[in-house]
């Protein structure tokens, strides 16, 4: 073999292996691409797990922020079910009658909509969640409004923006 084609041969593989590296580049970036879904392709499964939530101007007594742990319901395999944990101490204005620092929460995802009942006593209804899955955040944050429905809750109480953000899935 001349010189000349041994270095054809050379630079050909290299091409070869520059190529092949360039595909699987390409594939694995379209594979990423990929796993990320849309807020429509989210499912339920896919919020299981532990968030962080932040209120925005919060009703007095109620913190700024809250532990929500999410998981599939028990009897409705398709819903969610979970624990809400804030810690009322810690809050401007004193205890609010009718919330506690531990809730019970309920509800569904419809398409890219997060539906939630909370129960401070797990009996009676005390608040309702409406949310939306952000796009782009691969279903690892939502935004939406809380709105305070217990007993004690003022007829116009205002709906208190949130925003929940995944620390760690199932």
Same mark, same amino acid.
């Given at each position: 073999?001349?010189?000349?084609? @041994?270095?054809? @041969?050379?630079?050909?593989?290299?091409?070869?292996?520059? %190529?092949?590296?360039?595909?699987?580049?390409?594939? %694995?970036?379209?594979?990423? @691409?990929?796993?990320?879904?849309?807020?429509?392709? /989210?499912?339920?499964?896919?919020?299981?797990?532990?968030? %962080?939530?932040?209120?925005?101007?919060?009703?007095?007594?109620?913190? %700024?922020?809250?532990?929500?742990?999410?998981?599939?319901?028990?009897?409705?395999?398709?819903?969610?079910?979970? @624990?809400?944990?804030?810690?009322?101490?810690?809050?401007?204005?004193?205890?609010?009658?009718?919330?506690?620092?531990?809730?019970?929460?309920?509800?569904?995802?419809?398409?890219?909509?997060?539906?939630?009942?909370?129960?401070?006593?797990?009996?009676?209804?005390?608040?309702?969640?409406?949310?939306?899955? /952000?796009?782009?955040?691969?279903?690892?944050?939502?935004?939406?409004?809380?709105?305070?429905?217990?007993?004690?809750?003022?007829?116009?109480?205002?709906?208190?923006?949130?925003?929940?953000?995944?620390?760690?899935?199932?």
């Amino acid at each position: 073999m001349t010189f000349f084609s @041994t270095l054809q @041969t050379h630079i050909f593989v290299r091409a070869v292996c520059f %190529s092949l590296m360039m595909l699987l580049s390409l594939s %694995s970036s379209i594979a990423q @691409t990929k796993a990320c879904p849309t807020a429509q392709q /989210v499912k339920t499964e896919d919020l299981h797990g532990q968030w %962080s939530v932040e209120f925005t101007n919060p009703p007095r007594g109620l913190p %700024s922020k809250a532990t929500l742990q999410l998981q599939r319901h028990a009897e409705y395999s398709e819903s969610l079910a979970g @624990t809400l944990q804030r810690n009322l101490s810690g809050a401007p204005g004193g205890r609010v009658p009718g919330h506690s620092s531990r809730a019970q929460v309920a509800g569904d995802l419809e398409g890219g909509m997060l539906l939630l009942d909370e129960s401070s006593n797990g009996v009676n209804l005390t608040a309702s969640w409406d949310g939306k899955l /952000v796009d782009g955040s691969c279903g690892q944050t939502i935004q939406g409004v809380w709105k305070d429905l217990s007993s004690d809750s003022p007829p116009d109480a205002a709906e208190v923006p949130f925003t929940m953000r995944q620390t760690s899935g199932w």
